[in-house]
């Protein structure tokens, strides 16, 4: 098929920047395999098996936690510094007692390369309620935000706060039920 047109020297110019440039697309515009997960509840809202599957290669393998593989839980998009970046939040609960519950996070670029990967504890006899994505002015970083709930003796551990940036993940605090801080070691 031909498509005739004709060129004015302003249409002209612009097929010159394509050429030299690139197509003129905003990064932000594109569309990747994680999209169709950003800001779904992956816990509360199962997947079907076929897109578990999908979302399982795209994501890849990550360390065995106290007893299995972390599960997918939330996928967020975020984009600083006209760079996009997705985060991943796996998530392995309390199975057994006395135990605890384990989180990943994984931190991809816009093309799906695995810029970080983040395995850890988040707490004995404390187990993962829900999560969040928040933007800290004071930090100038995202941040995960861990809602956690205890039982049978577990620490007074309500959040757990780590903020994402510069393809790095940090531990910023722990929070108990009042907002107070309190200490890694459990002082």
Request: aromatic fraction near 8%; charge should be positive.
């Amino acid at each position: 098929m031909s498509l005739r047109c004709r060129l004015t020297p302003h249409a002209i110019i612009l097929c010159t920047l394509i050429g030299a440039f690139g197509h003129p697309v905003s990064i932000f515009g594109q569309t990747t395999e994680l999209d169709r997960f950003v800001g779904r509840d992956l816990w509360k809202d199962r997947l079907p098996e076929s897109e578990q599957a999908r979302l399982n290669r795209v994501v890849g393998a990550v360390p065995k936690g106290v007893i299995t593989e972390p599960a997918p839980w939330h996928i967020w998009k975020i984009g600083r510094n006209d760079m996009r970046r997705y985060v991943a939040l796996l998530g392995e609960p309390e199975i057994v007692v006395p135990g605890g519950s384990s989180a990943c996070v994984l931190l991809f670029d816009g093309a799906l390369k695995r810029r970080g990967s983040w395995c850890f504890q988040t707490g004995w006899r404390i187990d993962l309620d829900r999560a969040s994505l928040e933007f800290a002015t004071d930090l100038a970083s995202d941040v995960i935000v861990l809602h956690m709930v205890r039982f049978i003796n577990g620490r007074n551990v309500a959040k757990e706060y780590f903020a994402v940036g510069g393809d790095r993940l940090r531990f910023v605090r722990m929070e108990n039920e009042k907002g107070e801080a309190v200490q890694p070691n459990g002082r």
